[in-house]
C-alpha cells in the first residue's frame, strides 16, 4: 500500500511537473516570436542586405569597412567619448550617491526626484536642453559670449546630465544598505577615516560602481539624439554614422559593418554586466537602507551636502529651466501658438498633433510590452532551466545592443510584404517602441516575481488550480505594483523613442521626437522656438510619469 502511494504521489509529481514546463514553454512561446519577427528578421534582412554580393555573403566587406580611416576615426570617437563620459560622470556623481545613502535632510525625496527626472528624458529633450544653454543664443552665448555645441565639451556635459541618476540612484541604492559599523570598526581599531573607507567600505560598493559605470558607458556608446543634435558634422558615434549611412549617403554595406562591430561591443558590455550584478547579489550582507541615514554633522558634511546640491542646481535644473524659458520666448506663449499652425513644410500636419500621436502610439506600445514583458519574466521564474533560462534571457535584452536606427530601417525593408506588410500601418511604431519597452518591464517584475514563494504556487497546483488560474491568484496581487511601474516606465521610454522612429513615423503622424528633430533643422527664429516648446512639453509629460513612478515604487531603498 506504501508503495502504492508512493508510485502515485511520483506520478502526480512528473505531471505537474510536466504541466508546469508545458506552460512555461507556452509563456516563451511569445515573446520569443515577437522578437523573431519584429526584431531577428529585421535586423538580419538589413544585415543581409548590406553584406551581400550576388546571393553571396562578403564577409571581407567588413575588413574594407574597418580599413577606412573615417570609420576607424567613428570608431575611436566612439569609445573615447564614452569612456569619457564614463569617468566624469563617475567623478560627478558618486557625491551625490553618499549624501543620498547616508544623510537625511528636508526635501531629500523631491530632490530623488529632481536627478531621475534626466533619465526618462528623451536624449533629443537633453540634446535641445543643452543646445538652448551652450549653443548658439544660449544662456552661455548672451552672458559671457562663450558656445561649447561646436566642442566635445556640450557632448560630455549632457551625457552626465542623462546619466548622473544612474550612478546615484545605482551606487546610493547599495551604499544605503551597507552596514557603517563596518567602517567604525576599522576606525576603532586605528584606521584613518580615507583608509577605513578604501578598505571597507569601496570593495563593497566596487560590484555597484562597476555596474553603473557599465550601464553609463552602454548609454553613451550607443548614444544618438544627443550627438546627432550637438556633434553637428564634427563628431559622430557609431550610432549617428550609422543613420547618415543608411539615410544619407544610402550605404547600406558599411551600415551593416557598423551594425555589426557595435552589437559585438555592447553584447560584451552586457556580459561583464550580467556577471557584476551576479557578484553584487551573491557576495554582501545588507541591512535596511532607512537606519542608515542621518542628518549631516559638522562644516564638511554640511558643505558635501550644499556641494552636491549646487551640481544639482547647475547640471540638472539650470538647462531645463533655460529650455523652458526659451520656449516662451515668443510674446504671448507665441512658439506654442505656432505649433497648432501647419506650415506644409516639413509637416503635414500642425505639429501639435505629434502631442496626440506620441501618447497614441507610446500607450500602444506599453500595451504590448506589458504583455510580452510580463509573459517573459514569469518564463524567467523558472531557475531549474539553467542555461535555457539564461539564454532566453540574454535575448530579451538584445535590443539594448543593436541600433534603433537599423531596427528602424530594417522595418522598413523586412515588413513590406504580405503577410506582413506594415509599412502602411500605424502599428509599425508602437512595435519598434515596444522592443526597447520589454527589456525595462522584465528587469522591474522579475525580482518581484522571483521573490514570490515557491511554495504558494506548488499548493495552488496541488489542490488543481491551472497555471493560469495560480498566475491570477498567486503571482498577480503580489506583483499588481511591479507592474504599474513596469507599464511607467515602458511608457516613458516609448515617449521618448527616436532612433527607430525616424524612420517610421509617417510624415503626417509625426511623433514629438521627431517632429523636435525636424524643426530643429530647419533655419529659423520660429522653428528653433518651436522645437523648444515641443520639447517642454515632452518635459512635462515625462516628468508627470516620473511621478507617477516615483508613488508606485515598491522598493524605496533608492535603487532602480
Not at 371 to 388: E, K, N, S
Not at 495 to 503: C, M, N, S
Request: with cysteine; charged share 15%.
Amino acid at each position: 500500500m506504501d508503495l502504492a502511494r508512493t508510485e502515485v504521489g511520483k506520478a502526480g509529481r512528473r505531471a505537474r511537473n510536466l504541466r508546469g514546463s508545458v506552460a512555461r514553454l507556452a509563456l516563451m512561446a511569445g515573446p520569443v516570436a515577437f522578437f523573431a519577427v519584429f526584431f531577428a528578421y529585421p535586423v538580419a534582412a538589413i544585415v543581409a542586405r548590406g553584406l551581400e554580393v550576388d546571393g553571396v555573403w562578403r564577409f571581407g566587406r567588413i575588413g574594407d569597412v574597418l580599413a577606412q580611416s573615417d570609420v576607424r576615426h567613428v570608431l575611436w570617437f566612439t569609445t573615447w567619448q564614452a569612456l569619457a563620459s564614463t569617468a566624469l560622470t563617475l567623478l560627478v556623481a558618486l557625491p551625490g550617491a553618499y549624501v543620498f545613502a547616508r544623510f537625511d535632510f528636508p526635501g531629500k525625496q523631491v530632490l530623488r526626484a529632481v536627478v531621475t527626472v534626466p533619465f526618462v528624458l528623451p536624449t533629443v529633450v537633453v540634446g535641445t536642453a543643452f543646445l538652448a544653454l551652450v549653443g548658439r543664443g544660449g544662456l552661455l552665448d548672451e552672458l559671457w559670449g562663450v558656445r561649447l555645441d561646436t566642442t566635445v565639451w556640450a557632448i560630455l556635459l549632457a551625457h552626465v546630465f542623462f546619466n548622473y541618476a544612474v550612478v546615484v540612484r545605482t551606487v546610493g541604492g547599495l551604499w544605503a544598505q551597507l552596514d557603517p559599523r563596518q567602517e567604525e570598526a576599522a576606525r576603532m581599531l586605528g584606521a584613518s577615516r580615507a583608509r577605513a573607507w578604501r578598505q571597507v567600505t569601496l570593495p563593497a560598493l566596487a560590484p555597484a560602481v562597476a555596474a553603473a559605470a557599465l550601464m553609463v558607458f552602454l548609454f553613451t556608446f550607443t548614444s544618438f539624439g544627443v550627438v546627432q543634435i550637438l556633434g553637428g558634422p564634427a563628431f559622430s558615434t557609431l550610432e549617428v554614422e550609422i543613420y547618415r549611412q543608411t539615410s544619407q549617403v544610402f550605404d547600406l554595406s558599411t551600415a551593416a559593418v557598423l551594425t555589426l562591430i557595435q552589437f559585438a561591443a555592447v553584447v560584451a558590455v552586457l556580459a561583464v554586466h550580467a556577471w557584476t550584478v551576479r557578484r553584487r547579489e551573491s557576495a554582501l550582507r545588507l541591512v535596511d537602507a532607512a537606519t542608515t541615514a542621518r542628518r549631516p554633522r559638522g562644516a564638511g558634511q554640511w558643505a558635501l551636502l550644499a556641494g552636491v546640491l549646487a551640481t544639482v542646481a547647475l547640471l540638472v535644473v539650470l538647462p531645463l529651466a533655460v529650455l523652458v524659458q526659451r520656449s516662451l520666448g515668443a510674446p504671448g506663449f507665441g512658439y506654442y501658438r505656432a505649433l497648432t499652425e501647419a506650415d506644409g513644410g516639413a509637416f503635414l500636419v500642425p505639429p501639435i498633433e505629434a502631442i496626440g500621436n506620441s501618447l497614441q502610439y507610446a500607450l500602444a506600445a506599453t500595451a504590448i510590452a506589458v504583455v510580452i514583458g510580463a509573459l517573459a519574466a514569469a518564463a524567467l521564474t523558472w531557475r531549474d532551466a539553467g542555461r535555457f533560462v539564461r539564454g532566453f534571457d540574454a535575448l530579451l535584452m538584445l535590443p539594448l545592443g543593436v541600433s534603433a536606427v537599423t531596427v528602424g530601417f530594417g522595418f522598413l525593408i523586412a515588413l513590406d510584404e504580405p503577410p506582413l506588410d506594415l509599412r502602411a500601418s500605424r502599428i509599425l511604431v508602437p512595435l519598434a517602441q515596444a522592443l526597447v519597452g520589454v527589456p525595462f518591464v522584465v528587469r522591474t517584475m522579475l525580482p518581484v516575481l522571483r521573490a514570490v514563494d515557491g511554495r504558494l504556487r506548488e499548493a495552488a497546483a496541488v489542490l488543481g488550480a491551472s497555471p493560469w488560474r495560480v498566475w491570477r491568484e498567486v503571482d498577480l496581487p503580489m506583483v499588481r505594483r511591479a507592474l504599474l511601474v513596469a507599464a511607467g516606465f515602458a511608457f516613458a521610454v516609448s515617449l521618448g523613442e527616436f532612433g527607430a522612429t525616424v524612420f517610421i513615423a509617417r510624415p503626417d503622424n509625426p511623433t514629438l521626437p521627431v517632429a523636435v528633430a525636424r524643426l530643429l533643422g530647419r533655419p529659423g527664429d520660429l522653428n528653433y522656438g518651436q522645437a523648444m516648446a515641443l520639447s517642454t512639453i515632452l518635459m512635462l509629460v515625462c516628468a508627470v510619469a516620473l511621478v507617477v513612478l516615483e508613488r508606485l515604487r515598491t522598493d524605496r531603498s533608492g535603487e532602480f
